[in-house]
Structure formats: C-alpha cells, structure tokens
C-alpha cells in the first residue's frame, strides 16, 4: 500500500470520529445528560443599602421590577440560551471541519 492511501484512511477515519463524537456530545447536551460548557454565567447581584440603612426609591424600584421579571424569565435562563447557542456554532464548526478532514482523506484515498 502507498504512503498517501494509508494517510488518506487516516484522515478519513479522524473526520468521521470528529463527527461523531461532536453529534454524541450534541445529543448528551440537549437531551440534558451533561452540561453546556459556560462560558457566559449570571452574577448574583445583592441589593445595595445606604449608610442609613434605607433604600433610595430607585433602587426600591429596580429591585421590585426585578422581583416581576423572575416570574416571566427564570434569572439563568438568558445565560443557558446563550451556552446552548455557542455549543451550537461549535459544534456546527467541528462537524464542518470533520467533513473537510474527510473529504480530503477520500481524494488521498482515491489518488
């Protein structure tokens, strides 16, 4: 067998477990099983008090807005859109690429 077939197998064989492993990582996320990887996460914001121990009416006021805006949008759920999102590009950027790694080694193969 030729040196460039042999590499040619390779290279197919890597682009297929590229893919696969990423459409397995895929399903393991979206079905729950596992985590997102962060890379956005949501600080705990603590209500600020003033020498005096009262509050200004402003504060007062963001405080209550945000007390509503958790009952319609969970306070984590912006952050784990944003993850899923990014897994997505991700992971649609591994499978491209798996593709290319195995397209090439089909030409090397074919040579």
């Not at 590229?18 to 729950?32: A, D, E, P, R, V």
């Not at 509503?68 to 992971?91: E, H, R, V, Y």
């Amino acid at each position: 067998m030729d040196f460039t077939k042999v590499f040619g197998w390779l290279l197919l064989s890597a682009g297929i477990i590229i893919i696969i492993y990423t459409l397995y990582s895929s399903y393991n996320i979206f079905t729950g099983q596992t985590d997102a990887p962060e890379i956005f996460e949501m600080e705990k914001q603590e209500s600020l008090v003033q020498g005096s121990g009262i509050q200004d009416i402003q504060a007062q006021m963001q405080e209550m807005l945000g007390e509503q805006l958790k009952g319609f949008i969970p306070a984590d759920t912006l952050p784990k859109i944003l993850n899923l999102s990014i897994w997505t590009m991700l992971a649609g950027l591994l499978i491209f690429g798996g593709s290319q790694i195995s397209n090439l080694g089909i030409k090397l193969v074919k040579k």
